[in-house]
Nanobody, 122 residues
Framework: QVQLVESGGGLVQAGGSLRLSCVAS????????MGWFRQAPGKEREFVTA????????PYADSVKGRFTISRDNAKNTVYLQMNSLKPEDTAVYYC???????????????WGQGTQVTVSS
């Protein structure tokens, strides 16, 4: 069993930055693939980025490529999402997810956090 807790969301002006954190409990974190997804009001949940256990594979959605960076610290059971040059369209609830395989669709992930709100004002 893995429990995920996100933090770091908030209100920021366009062009600003935020760093989200996701702390995982459970012994299998270091071998788990981790993903970030987001869901804006009235929209479907969408993939943002993911990272494999070693950090060597990090796919990104085109909409965030070059602005967002995912990383992980296995010693701290934590995955991070550094978000720079934020835009109003990045406003959403951001969810952390963990699974056995790396993927860009939600269904491959077994565990989900409760989400953290990110609001970008124009």
């Amino acid at each position: 069993q893995v429990q995920l807790v996100e933090s770091g969301g908030g209100l920021v002006q366009a062009g600003g930055s935020l760093r989200l954190s996701c702390v995982a409990s459970g012994r299998s974190f270091s071998s788990a693939a981790m993903g970030w997804f987001r869901q804006a009001p009235g929209k479907e949940r969408e993939f943002v980025t993911a990272i494999n256990w070693s950090g060597s594979n990090t796919p990104y959605a085109d909409s965030v490529k070059g602005r967002f960076t995912i990383s992980r610290d296995n010693a701290k059971n934590t995955v991070y999402l550094q978000m720079n040059s934020l835009k109003p369209e990045d406003t959403a609830v951001y969810y952390c997810a963990a699974g056995r395989v790396l993927g860009v669709v939600g269904r491959v992930y077994d565990y989900w956090g409760q989400g953290t709100q990110v609001t970008v004002s124009s």
